[in-house]
């Protein structure tokens, strides 16, 4: 694993971190902004850069102090190259965060099609969250979703 700033991910294994904790070291609230960053950011080289944090320690389904996950973040960003790399890791598909969003009702009402297609494909429950994912896809008039989700 490559060293980022001197902060190698597999020696902190980097688990349920707050990026508002004050008591984490700088260096360590540096690596948590990159990792966030990278779910935002999307792109191959994003996709493969955070899964290999994933790989070295970094649990996949660390969340922010709004409670997202990087796959939430990622999903809301459009990027199904980096939702995809964080299914494969195990990424909770169905956690939400503090406003009990999920990342598929967030796909949704961002009319990611390809997250949508790659958040299902890895078993995200449409009842899941408030609204739930069907409960989105009505209120933004998506009625091929509520018939796929509803058959």
């Not at 540096?30 to 649990?59: H, M």
């Not at 660390?62 to 997202?68: E, F, K, R, T």
């Not at 964080?86 to 990342?103: F, K, S, W």
Request: no cysteine.
């Amino acid at each position: 694993m490559q060293s980022w700033r001197g902060v190698n991910a597999e020696r902190w294994r980097v688990r349920y971190l707050s990026m508002t904790q004050s008591d984490l070291p700088d260096d360590v609230q540096e690596l948590v902004t990159k990792i966030f960053g990278l779910a935002r950011d999307g792109g191959a080289e994003s996709a493969a850069t955070l899964g290999a944090y994933v790989d070295n320690g970094v649990d996949v389904n660390l969340s922010n102090q709004d409670g997202n996950t990087l796959l939430m973040l990622a999903a809301y960003s459009g990027h199904a190259d980096v939702v995809q790399a964080l299914i494969e890791r195990g990424a909770d598909v169905d956690r939400v965060n503090n406003r009990n969003q999920t990342p598929l009702a967030g796909a949704i009402f961002k009319k990611e099609e390809a997250v949508i297609e790659a958040l299902l494909a890895g078993g995200a429950d449409p009842y899941a969250g408030t609204p739930t994912a069907v409960d989105t896809a009505k209120m933004f008039g998506r009625e091929d979703l509520v018939a796929r989700f509803e058959s």
